[in-house]
Every structure is written in structure tokens, then in C-alpha cells.
């Protein structure tokens, strides 16, 4: 298997821990390389439903080592529930199979309270985000105010650094959003003691990935959110803050782009957009909640319901174009089994002209029009089907006129919602 990184091509939510999961059956690796515990990817193992925040989510499979590069922010607290969480469920976690880069960036409450804070402040223009903190935290970063993990573990300096930043904090906090001054003591001593418990995990990932290389480990780079809420190429300013495309691979995990091998994209068979705004492709009348309902799209972090649309080949094509993806791999193609037609947006309408590149700017893109082409529905049960010369000709129709427009070939499709739910259509990575 070679070096790969698993990209969502949408805004988030494609199934990528799921195909990360299937994937990652073959590799000795994986790696996370941004966003924090804003992420929810649920995996079904035997019926038993595992939803991870920051883990990533090789974690579900022996002998494979499981990375949080240091492009991941944390919450320290949620992190020590979800390695218990795990250790519960059976899933075993120690320094051998999991680590956790020193240069990790780490949230803070006030980065919780002002996330939410903001929010509520903005009113019509909020960016509808998971209120994890995770604008804040990487603010901080690039403004050379953040803590990070190892800082934990050096009680005076970051004693010293966490006085200067809570002064700083509690003036804004208490004058610009009108929240009550925070604790230094109290912040102190409880992340002090949650970097005693993450120790045995920390190191020095970037190091660690080279040696990893250098024996010819297999390492799967696993991206959180999708292209679309990408911080430079989604739909700015509604997207999260770091870079979810290919771009982040590198600076989120210290890996030289040489050593990348294949670049693979993960679509949804319909598209769901959780938060604020454009989504050019979305149904506004009550179909959009049947489809919802189908697809069971209620978010895994916060459980708001996903806005739901048809496939728009115009954002997808755009995330194929600037991440380098070769091939895509298409999941919840049944959530469309009853469908009597699909629709597939396949350009936007704009004053006179039909734009078939995603455009940039935000003004233009919420006044974009969708242009549908429909297609024939395929009407059968999937969820049994092992063999891909046993999907319906419309099935294989559907996933064509996708190939043709995005020229780009569908490798994979998922079927059900089991680990062993997909189906492998081309020389996959699977063989
Ligand atoms: P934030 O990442 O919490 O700052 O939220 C920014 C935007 O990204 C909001 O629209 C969120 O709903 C969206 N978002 C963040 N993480 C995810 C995710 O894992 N799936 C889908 N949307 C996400």
C-alpha cells in the first residue's frame, strides 16, 4: 500500500473515518493532520457504533499507529474521555499505539467562551460553528499566543505563559463580550494535570513519521471537515480554520510532499452542509428533510440537523482540482434506493452565464442558481450486494455521468453503514 491521504471533498461529513477505517486494513499508520474535536467520525465495527473526535481513526484496528500531527488542535479534557471512552468499548490505547505531537496546539476555556460568545454576538452573520473553540485556538496559534501540549509538562514556563495570556484574556473576555474574568489557579492546575496524563502519548511526531518512512511503513494522512471549509479554498468566511485540503498535509504533520504516493477523495452521493452559509446545491423545499431522514443526517458532534442537496459537480470537481486527487470514493449510496430520479448539479446559473468553476468570491456564489441534470433512480436494495457486476445498470449510470463530468474515476462505494458495507469498483487500493 502506498503513502495516502484520504481528503473530503465536500463540507465535511463524506464518511471519511469510515473509509479511513476500511483503508486503513492496510497500512501501518495514520495520521491526523488538522481541525480538532469539531470533527465526528462515526465507525461501525460489528454493530457497535464508535463516533471519534480526535483519535484518529486507525485506532479501531491492532498494531497500527495512530497520529495526531501537530496541524490538530485538542481539548485535553475530551481527549482523556474519548481514550477512555475507547479503552471501554474494548479498543486498547497506550504510548505504543497512539502519540500525540509535541507542537499540538491545546484549547483552552477561554477559547470555548469566546467561540460562543461570538456567535451569539453576531446574530445573522455567525459562521454556525461546533462552539469547540477551534477558531480561537488557531487564532492563537498564528498569533504566537497559543499553548501547546508539551508546554503542559514544563509547570514554570507555562505557568509564566498562562498568567501573561489569562491578563490578556480576562480584559477582553470581561469588556468585549461581557463574561465573567477567569481563573488562573483553576486553569492552571487542572491542565497541568492533563499533561501528566497525555505524557506517555507526546512526542516528537514529525521525527517520528520520518523513521516511520524510512522503514517503509505504509501511513495513511487523514484530513477532518472537507475541501469546501477549507480556510483558503472553501466557502470563506463560513469554514472552519485550518486547512482541510491536501495543502495541510504537510504543515499539519511535518512530512516532506515527497513522500506522498496518492491523493483519494471522499463524496457523498448527495452533499449536507452543517452551519452557515452558501450551499448552491441545497433543497430548500420539504425534500430536503425526507432526504435528511433518509440519510440520518443529524450532526455527530453536535447533533444539528445537516442541510441536505444533490451532488454539485462544480465544488467537487474545484476540491479534485487543487487537492490532486486521483480517484474518489463515493459513500451512502443507498441513502438514494428509493429515489425515482436523482438530480446532479452540474453547473451555476449567475446573471447570464452558467459558471462551471466554483467561484471564490461569497457574494457571487449565494446568488448562484444550480443547474440539475436528472437521472433515472435505480429503485433496488443495495445493502446485500457483494459482487459489482450485481449493481443496478442505473447505479453504474449515476456513478458514469459522475466519472464523465468530474473525469475522475469512482474506485470505491459504500452500500450500508457496516465496515464491511462497500464495494470495490476499480483497481482499488484495496488489492
Ligand atoms: P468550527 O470548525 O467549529 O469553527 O466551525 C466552522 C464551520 O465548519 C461550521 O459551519 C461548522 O459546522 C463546520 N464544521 C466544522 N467541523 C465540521 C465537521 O467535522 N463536519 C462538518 N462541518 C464541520
Redesign the pocket.
Known sequence: MPNIVVIGTQ???EGKGRIVDILSEKVDVVARYQGGN???HTIIVDGKTTVLHHIPSGILRQDKISIIGNGVVIDPKFLLEEIDGLRKSGYPVSSANFKISDRTHVIMPYHKLMDKARESQMGNNK????G?G??PVYEDKVARRGIRVSDLLYPDYFADRLKSIINQKNIYLKNVLGIEPLDFEHIFDDYIEYGKKLNPFITDTSLLLYDLVKQNKAILFEG??GVM?DVDFGTYP????SNSGAGGVCSGTGISPKIIDTIVGISKAYTTR????PFPSEIKDGFGEVLRKMGNEYGA?TGRPRRCGWFDTVSVSYSIKISGISSLMLTKLDVLSDLQTIKICTGYKYKDQVLKDFPSNPNVLSSCKPVYEEVPGWRSELSDINDPSDLPQNLMNYLGKLEDILETQISLISIGPSREQFITLKNGLLN
Open positions: 463540507w465535511g461529513d469539531n470533527a465526528g459562521i454556525g460553528t461546533t469547540r477551534i477558531g477532518a471537515q471549509l463560513y469554514v472552519t480554520s452543517v452551519g452557515e452559509g458532534t
